[in-house]
């Protein structure tokens, strides 16, 4: 492991890194191996608490600081994750598993967000407002809301605590971050790069440990955290969201998603067909917006299979790193299990297996990329999230039908549709109930747009001139004159 200069054990507080208190540790796995990357400090709740004040100290004094000063700090931490894409890029693939190329576009990914917000960080503009007296002059301020706690997932392991830390900081938070058990080393090697580019210590704090519900519990219920953003399944949302209750806490829910594709019979069907599985196998499927259910307009059905099937066909599996590969392994075996139990409920339920369907021969958590058609709303891929390769193909034939299935769940984070007529653009996107369409596109995230989901799929938004809003109170000021 000495090849990588960024490589962290040890949760990262107050500017040290600590060891947990009993010398507790957790293995951090390869799954493309299933062989063990090396141990990191597994800290106990009083670590947590002992973060949560450093943060609090911390808080006080970077709030006071010059909104430039901010930005330059950020900027500074930006150009360092860029310098150091390669590095963490790796670090990514060898603890998540997705192939290299796809690693380095989440670490451009997510440092543009440390850019967009080291950028918005000197724009927070409070407001004057007009008056009900003539002797009155009324203002609202925008103060930063405290100390941030935040749990972040395994499948975007860098740009998903970016999107979180870069907008708290910007607006003069300071935050204590949990990152997934399965990926703490990208979470780490952030955090020795916010401390290269002289973020001042206790603002960024990366608590590493096994323990995920003593942790969340410590997080909800502490009255010094203010906010807790969260992205992760809905089962875990709706939990931190019962737990901050007590302390009436502001939330920032990235919840789970079931994402319909509509391809109309009038659509460009080879570019639906490149967008839908560009969306579909990204990261083995294992994103939060990927496509989980397909639709497709009964004249241009079976001319859509034949072209996805084709493209499907091409797909190479492998380890990150190893030439031309597109697909890694699944996250765990439970994953496995999951798309299992979805294939074998469409077959019983009438659904023919095109491809695909089984563990693939590299052996672990490999899968093979699977497609089905004659998919029916009866089925559990029609109401669950997949979270794996796995195209189930519906047919429709009217755009009411269409859009009364699709909205046919409690989730509403991505959509996409395909069509060329411009009337139909507006409608379907309008009557969608997601928090993202994608039109004629199957990628469409970025930090300029404002990422988030409606229905069971979250709470408030990460990213754009929007992201900021989420880390700030306002403050109402009326001044007799
Ligand atoms: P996934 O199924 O994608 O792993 P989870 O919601 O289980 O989704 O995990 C997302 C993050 O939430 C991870 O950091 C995980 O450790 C954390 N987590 C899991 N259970 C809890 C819990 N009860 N309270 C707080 N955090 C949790």
Redo the contacts with the bound molecule.
Sequence with gaps: MEKFSLLRTKSYINGEYVDAKNGATFAVINPASGKEICQVADLGLEEIQQAIEAAKQAQYLWKHELPKQRATVLRRWFDLVLENQEELAQILSLEQGKPIAESRGEILYGASFIEWFAEEAKRICGDVLPSDKNNHRLMVLKQPIGVVGA?????FPHAMITRKAAPALAAGCAIVL?????TPLSALALAELAQQAGLPKGLFNIVTSSD??G???VLTESAVIRKVS????T???K??MAQSAHTVKKLALELGGNAPAIVFDDADLDNAVEAVFASKFRNSGQTCICTNRIYVQSGVYNTFLEKFAAKMEQIKLGAANEQGVDMGPLISESAVQKIQTHIQDAVQKGATLLLGGERHHLGGTFFQPTLLKDVNEEMKVAKEET?APLAPVFKFDTEEQVIQMANNTEFGLASYIFTQNISRIWRVAEALEYGLVGINEGLITNEFAPFGGVKESGLGREGSKYGLDEFLELKYLCVKI
């Design positions: 749990i972040t997932p395994w499948n949990k990152p997934a058990q399965e995920a519900v942790v969340g519990r969260f992205t992760g399944s089962r875990v949302g939990l931190l979270f």
